[in-house]
Structure formats: structure tokens, C-alpha cells
């Protein structure tokens, strides 16, 4: 394995391992990121995120996200934060607001608040306008039944989800109680589904009130995760599209909240929510 520099950083629990390849190439497989990613053995992480030089002219930076089990993913909305939040902690640009692109999507990120060593800091992204066509997970309509609010039986008893991709692929099923039953049974039959030719990540939402919801999201490729930036993203588009959220909502995670807001369909969906330094190192 080459010597890499890395950062380890977090938002709300969402762990990750951030690499520079502006000037180093970055050529690990994914048998070394499964590697790297294990919690005993490894640094232990959710994603890795790789930053890398803009490759067209009003990208500041690219970068590409790798779940733990070495796939590369589209989109990581908790890493977006994470990322502006490296650039700017180890000078790599003093632009507040850092264009991005990555394997599915372009962001745009603002530092709203941070300390006075960039260790922990608070970050709005445009996170773009939510897609419900199926085409856009890909998700197979014929396997299923329609869209939105798709069924479908797992263990003799109907499940119903709907579908959003925020430049990765999301389920969201709405529940009364995510905290009583065991979810992982429907995340796998969902994420492992042939609806889902590529997977999916499944968010299980709480709807409290139009304003709040509670949220847990099992990450393809990870597992349960204590966040998902996109899952919360997905979530609220669902709850906005179906005419059960307003258009700012709070989001519940397992360690701490984000703010959501989309305002009409036709305007991007803003996520707003702290990213955090944890420490410094070196793979040899």
C-alpha cells in the first residue's frame, strides 16, 4: 500500500477518511479501502473521500466518494461538508463558497461559521434539485408498481417507499415508530431488491410534525449509519412532494439535526449542518 497522508473527520457521527490527490495520484483498490475502512483493524470509516484538481472551468475541486466496502458512490452530502471544511482547514482555497463536482453531480458549499482553526465548522451545500424519475437510481419500474409510493411484499405483508435520487439512489419508507422494530430485514430486501440494479440507500422516516422528522438511513455499501446527509435530503423531498412537509424542515438523526429547506420544485434543495476535524495521520 502507497504512503498516503489523511484526515479523519465527522458530521454528526458520518465518519470519514479524507485523502489529497491534487498532486498525488490516488490508486487504491477496493480491496485495500475495505481494508482501511474496518473498525478493528483499520481507521475505520464510512466513506472515503478523495479530493481531487477541477477538471472544467467553474469547479473549484472534484471529488469522489468510496463506501466502505470499496464502490465507488455518486453523491455524500455529509462528506460535501467534510470536504469544504478540509479545504479550507489546510489552505488549499479561501473561497466561503467552493463549487464541486463529483461522480453524479455538481454542489456548491458556503462556510457559514467555523472556529479559528477550521476544526469544526458549519456548512449550507446546494445540493441541487431532487430527481424522482426512476431512471435517475436506476430504479425498474416494471419490477415494481408505480414511482412514488411503490409496494411491494416482504415476509407476506406489504412495504411501501418511495424513491428520490439526490445524485445517489434513496428508498424512503415512512413509518410511526422507527425505533421499535428491527429495520434491517427491510433495508436489506430493499437494497438487495432487482428493482435496484445498482442498490439503494434506504431511509426509514418519522414524520413528527411538517416541520421535523426523525430519520435513520441504512447506507448501501456501509450499513446503518448515525447520519446521511443525502438520506435527509430524500427524505424531506419525498415528505415536500407528497404534500406532507413544508419547506423547511428539521431533521433528527441519530447525533444531532440538520436543516433542510426546498422551496419548490422548480429550485434547489439547501442542506445546512456541522462538519467536525478529528485527527491526522499517515497509511504506510
Partial sequence: MPILDFCKMHALGNDFVIINAINTPFNLNAKQIDKLGERTTGIGF???????????IGVDFCYQIYN????????????????????????????????????????????????????????????????????SLPFIETLATKTLNNTFTLNNSDATFSIASIGN????????????????????????????????????????????????VHERGVGETDACGTGACAAVAVGISSGLLDSAVEVRLQRGDLNILWESASTPLFMTGPACFVFEGTIR
Fill in 46 to 56: 464510512d466513506q472515503l473521500l478523495v479530493i481531487l484538481p477541477s477538471d472544467e
Fill in 68 to 135: 466502505q466496502d470499496g464502490r465507488e458512490a455518486g453523491n455524500c452530502g455529509n462528506g460535501v461538508r467534510c470536504a469544504a471544511l478540509y479545504i479550507h482547514r489546510y489552505k488549499l482555497s479561501s473561497k466561503r463558497t467552493l463549487h464541486f463536482k463529483t461522480k453524479t453531480i455538481y454542489m456548491h458549499a458556503t462556510i457559514l461559521e467555523h472556529d479559528a482553526d477550521f476544526l469544526n465548522a458549519v456548512v449550507k451545500v446546494d445540493m441541487g434539485i431532487p430527481n424522482f424519475k426512476p431512471e
Fill in 169 to 216: 439512489p434513496h428508498a424512503v419508507v415512512i413509518l410511526d415508530d422507527i425505533n421499535m422494530i428491527d429495520l434491517r430485514p427491510i433495508a436489506y430486501a430493499l437494497q438487495n431488491h432487482r428493482a435496484f440494479p445498482e442498490g439503494v440507500n434506504v431511509g426509514f422516516m418519522h414524520i413528527l410534525s411538517r416541520n421535523l422528522i426523525k430519520l435513520r
